[in-house]
């Protein structure tokens, strides 16, 4: 399940089982959004990219949904592994000032 | 892909001295680049953006006389911590934007900055 830490709300779940993150972005205005992973002390791993003008883009195993009616991203990994264990950040491209503003990021934690 | 070198990997100073952080593409030429700071548990802030060949664009709160930003070339962006005291320790990352087929955001694997 989900809880909120100190600081990076933690998501739980079994190995094998599919993982939901999710993501409240701020800016009506921003037009690209990219979903990152981050393993402890090393910098920011693209994993999937969506432009507003899509609502769901599909990769290998992961899923990014976008509703820009209540400015809502999900990340959606499939038969999650070991190896997926990290945090993970969604970020948002914001128009005009063409720059990336993070969000808060979830840790994702695998139960064997 | 667009491949971004940030330099050194980490690195530990004295209070009051400076040190210098680079960030440079390798495969390409970036006009912008960002410094990104994060403390640990957090998210990425951004700090500024590096505009090549200008003054780079601070965001609110951030001293911009405290953190200098040079981008002399379109490969090379330095982020320089000045008179650094231990509340600057972070992870300091840096990327590019990129455009065509790797189009968006490439990251540097970031700089442990520890001040003692």
């Known amino acids: 399940g989900e809880s909120v830490g100190l600081h990076l709300p933690t998501l739980s779940v079994q190995e094998g089982d599919n993982s939901i993150i999710n993501c409240a972005y701020s800016?009506?205005?921003?037009?690209?959004f990219i979903w990152y992973k981050q393993e402890s002390g090393k910098g920011p791993q693209f994993i999937i990219d969506?432009?507003?003008?899509?609502d769901k883009r599909q990769g290998q195993r992961v899923t990014v949904l976008l509703n820009k009616t209540v400015k809502h991203l999900s990340l959606q990994i499939a038969a999650t592994q070991p190896g997926d264990s990290a945090v993970y950040f969604c970020?948002?491209?914001?128009?005009?000032?063409?720059?990336?503003?993070f969000g808060q990021g979830t840790r994702l934690t695998i139960n064997p | 892909g667009a491949v971004v070198s940030q330099h050194p990997s980490w690195v530990i100073c004295k209070s009051g001295t400076s040190v210098k952080i680079e960030c440079r593409s390798l495969?390409?030429?970036?006009?912008?680049m960002f410094w990104y700071r994060q403390f640990p548990k957090q998210s990425l802030m951004l700090m500024a953006t590096s505009n090549e060949g200008s003054k780079a664009t601070y965001e609110q709160g951030v001293e911009k006389d405290k953190f200098l930003i040079n981008h002399a070339s379109l490969t090379l962006s330095t982020l320089t911590v000045t008179s650094a005291h231990p509340e600057d320790s972070s992870f300091y990352i840096c990327s590019a934007r990129t455009w065509g087929k790797d189009y968006g955001y490439t990251f540097g694997s970031g700089t442990r900055l520890t001040v003692v």
């Open positions: 800016n009506s205005a921003s037009d690209y």
């Open positions: 495969d390409f030429q970036a006009t912008t």
């Open positions: 969506i432009r507003s003008n899509m």
């Open positions: 970020a948002e491209n914001i128009q005009g000032a063409q720059k990336l503003v």
